[in-house]
Nanobody
């Protein structure tokens, strides 16, 4: 059974930092794009950041550029999201996702990702 399990969420004050982790089990994703999405209460799920299979290319939403960094460790089957300078508007449930296709191409659409974690809550207080 393939699972993506997120961890590292929590409550933090504005300006603070958190590091999210997403560890896969059941299969390796070392040849797949992986990404982070988030969904605030009452809003649609939105793209945050993505990383290609080797980690050589990363992509991020304008709203988090310069503050969030995505990275991966294929030996650990894990992808990370380092979040700095957090703002109250970053409050959301953060989801890890992976594509099904081998290597593939970048996408910021939820439909491009076949595997999803259960999410981890990030709350930023003002």
């Amino acid at each position: 059974q393939v699972q993506l399990v997120e961890s590292g969420g929590g409550l933090v004050q504005a300006g603070g930092s958190l590091r999210l982790s997403c560890t896969a089990s059941g299969r390796t994703f070392s040849n797949n794009f992986m990404a982070w999405f988030r969904q605030a209460s009452g809003k649609e799920r939105e793209f945050v950041a993505a990383i290609n299979w080797s980690g050589s290319s990363t992509y991020s939403a304008d709203s988090v550029k310069g503050r969030f960094t995505i990275s991966r460790d294929n030996a650990k089957n894990t992808v990370y999201l380092q979040m700095n300078s957090l703002k109250p508007e970053d409050t959301a449930v953060y989801y890890c996702a992976a594509t099904r296709s081998y290597r593939g191409t970048y996408s910021d659409r939820t439909s491009a990702y076949s595997y999803w974690g259960q999410g981890t809550q990030v709350t930023v207080s003002s």
